[in-house]
């Protein structure tokens, strides 16, 4: 009978191994605690909106704010009040909002796939200062640009009408950016070629086989327009006097500054409550969207 001699040279490759393996398991519980502490950090606001919302005007000052009141669930006469308070106002609001998303973010990420594959596909002369354009316009906040779009938009008559909210959402640098790097490698050159050896247009060939290739892409592209353009606050804060062509987030902020004065307490309520239905329809668009999201990110995995 033999027996096996560990060497010390397979010694220590062993306690290199359970030390790996030790430091490997530490760090998977350092991530696990650092997701739950951001998952925690992300959720409890809208916790505190769900258990403020169901809370009657007198309950929001007396009960802790991150549990249902013992009193009245007053979540559905709440709901009723924001819609019926001040002759259905945020009603109005709200149809200004989905006016606002469904053509500046809509109209944004047209042209993003439009200039994005039109930039990937396409040589042409100036195609390196287009790129350097773009970047420039990535790194410039949009709050900078905020005051210049609002003296140009004044020239124009424009100021006050829900032109000076569209227009400038239409312009999506990072949109643009991000559909161009993404149409450069979605899309064969080789399939473009055959497309047009069967005597297909430019237009019919990008949209009957570009932008099915292209749909993750868009997808992440108006996603990040639809947020953008559903929390803009600066911009329509500057550039809309009138109330009825308030978004969301301005109105919501004037009924804020309302609770703040004497006598305006009695809509707080209401503000917590709009709060909460005015992050519902992102979690939707989210939630519908996210199937051809993860799609697209597992497309690139698969090798036929």
Do not use: C
Not at 12 to 18: A, D, G, M, N
Not at 108 to 133: D, P, Q
Not at 136 to 164: D, E
Not at 248 to 256: D, E, F, M, P, S
């Amino acid at each position: 009978m033999t027996t096996a001699v560990q060497t010390p040279a397979a010694n220590k490759q062993l306690t290199v191994t359970q030390k790996a393996r030790r430091k490997k398991r530490q760090g998977s519980v350092v991530l696990t605690v650092l997701t739950a502490l951001m998952a925690l950090y992300s959720l409890v606001p809208l916790a505190w909106l769900i258990f403020n919302s169901s809370k009657t005007q007198g309950d929001l000052f007396t009960s802790f704010g991150l549990w249902f009141s013992d009193g009245h669930f007053a979540l559905w006469d709440n709901i009723r009040d924001t819609f019926t308070y001040n002759d259905g106002i945020f009603l109005r609001w709200f149809g200004n909002t989905l006016l606002y998303v469904v053509v500046g973010a809509g109209g944004a990420t047209l042209l993003a796939a439009l200039a994005g594959y039109g930039l990937a596909k396409f040589s042409f002369v100036g195609k390196r200062a287009v790129f350097a354009i773009v970047l420039g316009a990535v790194a410039v906040p949009g709050t900078a640009l905020a005051v210049p779009t609002f003296l140009m938009f004044s020239k124009l008559g424009l100021t006050n009408t829900p032109w000076a909210v569209i227009i400038p959402s239409l312009i999506s640098p990072f949109g643009l950016y991000l559909m161009w790097t993404f149409a450069s490698q979605a899309i064969p050159d080789e399939m473009l070629e055959a497309a047009r050896m069967d005597g297909a247009g430019e237009f019919r060939t990008f949209f009957r086989i570009s932008v099915p290739l292209l749909a993750p892409g868009i997808v992440t592209v108006a996603l990040f327009s639809i947020v953008a353009t559903w929390n803009n606050y600066f911009l329509p804060l500057i550039m809309l006097k009138d109330p009825d062509w308030y978004p969301l987030t301005v109105g919501l902020n004037a009924w804020n500054a309302q609770s703040t004065t004497a006598g305006g307490e009695a809509v707080y309520n209401l503000v917590i409550t709009g709060s909460l239905l005015t992050i519902l329809p992102l979690l939707a668009a989210f939630l519908l969207l996210q199937r051809y999201w993860q799609s697209g990110l597992s497309a690139g995995s698969v090798k036929e």
